[in-house]
C-alpha cells in the first residue's frame, strides 16, 4: 500500500500546477551575499531596495526604479571601522523611505544606530545613535530576553518600539527601557519595563506594535517552590502617551514546559492571537504541543487556549512515512491575510548534538516536513496541508518560531545555508528542494539535502483537498534555478514577488528577479481528474 502511495505521490509532483510563477524582469548578475544580513524591500513609490550589511564592509545598496533599472547610488559615509561589531537588528519602510537598525554590542557600551535611506534617490537621510547603553551588569537583570537591543515593526502602519536594556546604580533597579515610535520617527511614549513582582523571574518571549496606540508585551513568570516549579503568562501593556506598564495574567495552565510564545494582532477583528509552545516529556521521547488563545483588546477578554490538532496532516505522515512517523512539526509563525483570515506554519526540527568534552554540541539540525492550517477570521479551521522535504543545516540549531523571529532581518548568512529555509506567501510554500529524480520518497524515506547541487525552486499551491499539494517549478523549465526565498519580499496587494537567483554561469552570482504572482484556479486538475474518475 506505501508503494502505491509513494509512486502516486512522485507522478503527482510531476504534474503542472495552473498558478503561475511569472518573471518580470532580473537584475545584473552580482556576488552573491555569503556573509552577513540581506534584505529585499518593495517601497511604495514602486522601487525596489536591496540591502546587504556586514560588521567588515558595513552597508551596500542597490535601488532599483519600477521599471527595475538600477539607480546610480553613493556609498553611505559612515565610519563603519567603529561598528567592527555591528549587526543589522532590522529593516522596513517608514514614509517611503528605508529605515535600518544597526546595533553593536562587543563595545563598553552598547550602542544603537538608525539609518534612513532615501527611497527615490538610495541616499543616506539619517545616520544618528539612537541608544548609547552602559555597560550591562547582568546581576540586575530581572528580565530574560534574548537580545539586549530588539526592534518591533507594525505591519498594518508605520508605528515600530525598540526594547533596551537599562541599566541604573541601583543593585536592584536593572531592567528594559521601551520606545513606542510613530510615523516620521515620532516618539510616542519611553516606560521602564520591570516584571510585576521583582522576586518572580520574567522571560521575554514577544512584543505586537499596534499603531500608535499601545504596544504589548508577552512573557512568562517563573514560579519556583519545594514542591513544584510552575509557569503563567502574562500580558503587558502600555497605552499611547503613558510611562507605567499594565500587567495581565492570562490565566493559562500552570506548570506547562513552554519553549516559545508569541502575540500578532489581527486588525479586522481587534484581537490578539497569542500561540503557546509547550514542549511534554514522554516515555521514549518528548513531543511539543501547540495551544492559541484570542485576545479581544479593549476589554481584554481572554479566551480559553485550545490546542492545535493536526489530524489530517498526522494521517498523511503515517501513510506516506510509516505507521510510528507521527506528524512532529512545531510552530513557527501565524501570517494574518487580508480579510482577517489567517494560517499557521509548522515545521519539523531534529536537532542532533554529540558530546564533545563532556559539552552538548549541535553537530546540525534536519529542516523536515512543513504544514500549513487555514483558519478562517472567527478561529475556525477550513484546511490543512503538508509540504515533504528534508534538508541538512550543519552546526546550528533551530527552535520554534525561528521564522516570526526573523520577520524584521533574516540571520546571518552561511553559503549555501540561506537556499534550505522555505518561505510562505498566501496560498503558496516556496522551496528548493530535488527534483523528481533525486527526491526518492521510497520505502516510506526521503533523500535528505545536504548541498543544493541538485535542487531547483518549486511551489506548493495551498488548494485544494488532497494533503500534499501540486508542486511546480517557479521558473521556467530551461532555467532551473535555486532561489533565496528566504528573504523574498512579497506586495500581496500587487501580488509581486522580489528575491534573489543564483546564475546558471557562477553559482557565487545572483540576480535580483521579479515574478507576478497569479492566484490559483479554483479547481485545479487533480480535482477535474477525480470527478472524472
Known amino acids: 500500500m506505501r508503494i502505491t502511495t509513494i509512486l502516486y505521490l512522485l507522478a503527482w509532483f510531476a504534474v503542472p500546477a495552473h498558478a503561475q510563477f511569472t518573471t518580470i524582469a532580473e537584475s545584473q548578475a552580482f556576488q552573491e551575499p555569503a556573509d552577513g544580513s540581506a534584505r529585499i524591500l518593495q517601497l511604495k513609490n514602486g522601487n525596489t531596495l536591496f540591502l546587504h550589511y556586514t560588521a567588515r564592509n558595513g552597508l551596500a545598496i542597490q535601488l532599483f526604479d519600477s521599471a527595475h533599472r538600477r539607480i546610480d547610488t553613493l556609498p553611505t559615509p559612515t565610519n563603519w571601522a567603529a561598528w567592527k561589531g555591528g549587526n543589522l537588528d532590522a529593516a522596513f519602510e517608514t514614509g517611503g523611505n528605508a529605515t535600518l537598525f544597526i546595533s553593536d554590542r562587543e563595545q563598553k557600551h552598547p550602542r544603537m544606530k538608525r539609518l534612513t535611506i532615501n527611497g527615490h534617490t538610495g541616499q543616506l537621510q539619517e545616520d544618528s545613535v539612537i541608544a548609547d547603553l552602559d555597560k550591562i551588569n547582568l546581576r540586575k537583570k530581572r528580565v530574560i530576553s534574548a537580545s539586549d537591543f530588539l526592534v518591533i515593526k507594525d505591519p498594518w502602519s508605520e508605528s515600530y518600539a525598540i526594547w533596551m536594556y537599562f541599566n541604573t546604580e541601583e543593585e536592584t533597579d536593572g531592567g528594559y527601557q521601551i520606545v513606542h515610535f510613530g510615523a516620521g520617527h515620532r516618539e510616542i511614549s519611553r516606560a521602564r519595563f520591570k516584571n510585576f513582582d521583582n522576586e518572580v523571574p520574567f522571560q521575554y518571549w514577544d512584543m505586537a506594535v499596534i499603531g500608535e496606540e499601545q504596544l504589548c508585551i508577552l512573557g512568562m513568570e517563573e514560579y519556583k517552590t519545594p514542591e513544584k516549579d510552575s509557569t503563567v503568562l502574562k500580558l503587558a501593556t502600555l497605552e499611547k502617551g503613558r510611562i507605567f506598564f499594565a500587567f495581565h495574567d492570562l490565566k493559562f495552565p500552570k506548570g506547562l514546559n513552554t519553549v516559545g510564545a508569541f502575540i500578532k494582532y489581527n486588525p479586522h477583528t481587534d484581537q490578539l492571537l497569542l500561540m503557546q509552545a509547550v514542549k511534554e516529556e514522554e516515555k521514549k521521547a518528548a513531543r511539543t504541543t501547540t495551544f492559541l488563545a484570542t485576545v479581544k483588546l479593549h476589554s481584554m477578554n481572554i479566551s480559553y487556549s485550545k490546542e492545535i490538532y493536526l489530524d489530517k496532516v498526522n494521517r498523511k505522515s503515517l501513510e506516506v512515512f510509516g505507521p510510528k512517523e507521527e506528524y512532529a512539526g512545531v510552530p513557527q509563525n501565524i501570517f494574518i491575510k487580508q480579510d482577517g483570515s489567517y494560517a499557521i506554519v509548522f515545521e519539523e526540527l531534529d536537532n542532533h548534538v554529540r558530546m564533545m568534552n563532556n559539552i552538548p554540541t549541535v553537530i546540525s539540525t534536519v529542516l523536515a516536513n512543513v504544514a500549513v492550517v ?120 500587487k501580488r509581486r514577488l522580489v528575491t534573489l537567483k543564483r546564475t546558471p554561469e557562477s553559482r557565487r552570482d545572483v540576480k535580483l528577479v521579479w515574478l507576478n504572482v497569479t492566484p490559483p484556479e479554483k479547481q485545479d486538475g487533480r480535482e477535474a481528474m477525480a470527478k472524472g474518475n
Open 374 to 493: 487555514d483558519f478562517n477570521a472567527e478561529g475556525k479551521e477550513v484546511n490543512s496541508w503538508m509540504i515533504p522535504k528534508r534538508q541538512i543545516n550543519q552546526g546550528v540549531i533551530m527552535k520554534p518560531f525561528y521564522l516570526k523571529n526573523r520577520e524584521n532581518v533574516q540571520e546571518k548568512h552561511n553559503w549555501d545555508d540561506q537556499y534550505k529555509f522555505f518561505t510562505y506567501i498566501p496560498g503558496y510554500i516556496l522551496v528548493n528542494d530535488l527534483d523528481e529524480k533525486h527526491k526518492q520518497l521510497e520505502r516510506g524515506k526521503q533523500a535528505a539535502i545536504r548541498d543544493i547541487s541538485n535542487c531547483h525552486g518549486y511551489f506548493y499551491s495551498l488548494e485544494g483537498e488532497e494533503t500534499i499539494p501540486m508542486r511546480d517549478l517557479v521558473f521556467s523549465p530551461e532555467d532551473r534555478q535555486v532561489a533565496m526565498f528566504s528573504i523574498a519580499d512579497y506586495d500581496a496587494e
